[in-house]
């Protein structure tokens, strides 16, 4: 199953039945369903790019490399026949520009690589990408997440999804991951959208509705 507009409205329906924190949030914030996204390359090269920065660092990194490339997207070959300094130049780390100029060697010398994704379950396909050198398991599941939309994903190794579930159940006092484990079996199989409620109540300074 996909998110799709049935689907996010079932989602927040479930979410606030099996967790009264997250009805009070959801009634608050009034959550939208996330804009569809291109499950591409160029989408990989983008969440490498936001790896451990900010929302905005991350766009500003990203446009220069767009406006470097001169292209509407960023493609494997475009990044191959790019100095790597130019790369640097736009903002990258020397670790990040070495991850994208290996992910197009790998997309140069297999073009159906996410194509052999589509169709598997979530967790095979974050442990697929985790196989790519500067794909850990945060970047795997937002591309699971955002850009092929499947609605079980929760977001390891975020840390604005921590912060979220210790504001909400501890006090803003760190869990184990026992203890997250047991408090989001709650949402399944819609831990995708608990993810998109939590970062926007995060956004709009974790105000208590609760």
Known sequence: MVLNDLNFI???RHLSKNDKMLEKIIKGIKPKEPLKREPN?????????????????????FNRLKE?????????????D???KEILKCGFSNAKT??????????????????ELKGLES????????????????????FALFYLQH?????????????????????????KVDRIIEIT??????RSTACIVLWKWLDEGAIKFY
Do not use: M
């Not at 390359?41 to 990194?61: M, P, Y």
């Not at 967790?123 to 937002?142: C, M, R, T, V």
């Open 41 to 61: 390359f160029e989408a990989l090269v983008r969440i490498i790019s936001g790896q451990q920065l900010s929302s905005n660092a991350a766009s500003t990194i």
């Open 68 to 80: 470097l490339l001169g292209k509407n997207e960023i493609t494997p070959q475009l990044i191959k």
């Open 151 to 175: 609605h079980d994903v929760l977001v390891w190794g975020d840390s604005s999804i921590k912060k979220s579930i210790e504001l909400l159940y501890n006090e803003g006092q760190e869990l």
């Open 82 to 84: 790019c100095n790597p």
């Open 123 to 142: 967790k095979e396909i974050i442990e697929g990408l985790q196989k790519i050198k500067g794909i850990g398991i945060w970047s795997a599941s937002i």
């Open 98 to 115: 070495k991850y994208i100029l290996n992910l197009s060697d790998l997309f140069l010398v297999n073009p159906d690589f996410l194509y």
């Open 185 to 190: 079996s709650k949402w399944e199989p819609f």
């Open 10 to 12: 079932e989602a927040l």
